[in-house]
Every structure is written in C-alpha cells, then in structure tokens.
C-alpha cells in the first residue's frame, strides 16, 4: 500500500500514551500483507516492542491484532491484514501460518521466534 512499516513503532506510541496514567489497549496493529512471513515478523517485531514497554512499567491491558479475517475494506478485499484467508466464493475460512504462530505465542504466553 505504500505505507511505513515500522512495527517498533507501538513501543514509542504505548509509552506516550500510557502518560497519561491510564491503562493501554492497543485496538488495532498489524500488517497489510499477502505475504505471511512479513505479517509474522512484523507481529513479532510489534509484540517485542509491547513487551519491553510492560517491563518498563506500561500497563498494557490488551492487545487484538488486526485483523482476524480477511476483510472488505476501503472498498476492496484487498489488501489482505487477517490471519484467517477467506476465499470471496464459498466464505470457506483457513487459518494461516501467522494464525498458528499468534497462537503458539499465546499459549506460551512467550514470545518465540519466527522461522
């Protein structure tokens, strides 16, 4: 799309905000990709960022990435930010890599590494 991409970005703007004293959710993160290794390590890049923002005391208190499918948006399905592939003619829905790593990251409440 032609846009930045610099995932270590929600590390400067959670610290900001969390100046306010408020608590953080981060609502949307995430990266408009057909390319699934891009989306991983740019995930793993933004969640780095995240965590080393908790250590230094943010309190983060969600994070849901965007987005979980596929979706139509600015008038268009593409491009693609979900880690769910919809297929536009039988809405059938297959998780992808990033999906399983995401979930691998949760369950382990660890962040691993891509590979």
Do not use: Q
């Amino acid at each position: 799309m032609g846009w930045e991409i610099h995932p270590e970005g929600l590390h400067a703007a959670v610290t900001e905000a969390a100046a306010t004293g408020l608590p953080v959710v981060v609502t949307e993160n995430g990266i408009a990709t057909a390319d699934d290794t891009r989306r991983i390590a740019y995930a793993e890049a933004a969640l780095t960022g995240l965590h080393e923002a908790m250590t230094d005391g943010v309190d983060i208190r969600g994070y849901p990435h965007w987005s979980a499918l596929d979706n139509y948006e600015w008038g268009s399905y593409a491009p693609t930010f979900g880690l769910i592939a919809v297929d536009r003619g039988t809405f059938a829905r297959t998780p992808k890599p990033s999906a399983y790593w995401l979930g691998d990251v949760g369950r382990a409440k660890a962040l691993r590494l891509s590979t």
